[in-house]
């Protein structure tokens, strides 16, 4: 569906031929005005281009999330101890991430899929580095989406570019 964004940002640079937000890890980020309606045990991948910063690469980032974390349902794509991982916020708080650590200031693809049944993958740069084949419970809802943070914070310092989100793994 269409939507439109609702922006907190201050800079955006100029990479290549396109434009990528500059996030601070403070009080930088993007949320959408409208749902982004992947509900029920829906399939969906979601990913990015995204350049951390050290400051992004200690403890927990969220890259690109949507959900209600406050009511534990939330999906996010993150930085989790300077590894690429997908949060699952549906009561019970998994994250999954990957052996394959990050470094500061380099450019990389991050995408998370969900079959809609029971699989996750995570992969960098085009390469899976991450599969589960055993959740059970996704959190799915009709939340607005962020981009450089979750609804409570979590912020990402650094660069993402070309977000995207489809309704398929």
């Known amino acids: 569906g269409s939507g439109s964004f609702m922006t907190r940002w201050k800079n955006w640079i100029a990479f290549s031929s ?3 937000f500059n996030f601070d890890g403070s009080n930088d980020y993007l949320i959408s005005q409208s749902n982004i309606n992947i509900t029920g045990s829906s399939a969906f991948s979601m990913g990015c281009w995204f350049k951390p910063t050290s400051a992004s690469l200690t ?3 969220a890259i690109i999330a949507f959900g209600d974390v406050a009511g534990h349902e939330e999906s996010t794509l993150c930085i989790n101890s300077g590894k690429l991982g997908w949060n699952n916020q549906h009561g019970d708080g998994d994250t999954y ?3 394959t650590s990050l470094s500061a ?7 998370a899929t969900f079959n809609g049944s029971d699989t996750v993958k995570l992969y960098l740069n ?5 599969t589960r084949d055993d959740v059970s419970n996704v959190a799915l809802t009709a939340d607005p989406l962020y981009i450089g943070k979750r609804e409570t914070g979590n912020s990402f310092t650094g660069l993402i570019d070309e977000v995207a989100i ?3 793994a």
Do not use: C
């Open 18 to 20: 396109t434009h990528s």
């Open 59 to 61: 403890g927990f980032v």
């Open 97 to 99: 991430d990957n052996t």
């Open 105 to 111: 200031d380099t450019w990389y693809h991050g995408l």
């Open 126 to 130: 085009g390469s899976l580095i991450f």
């Open 166 to 168: 489809w309704n398929t």
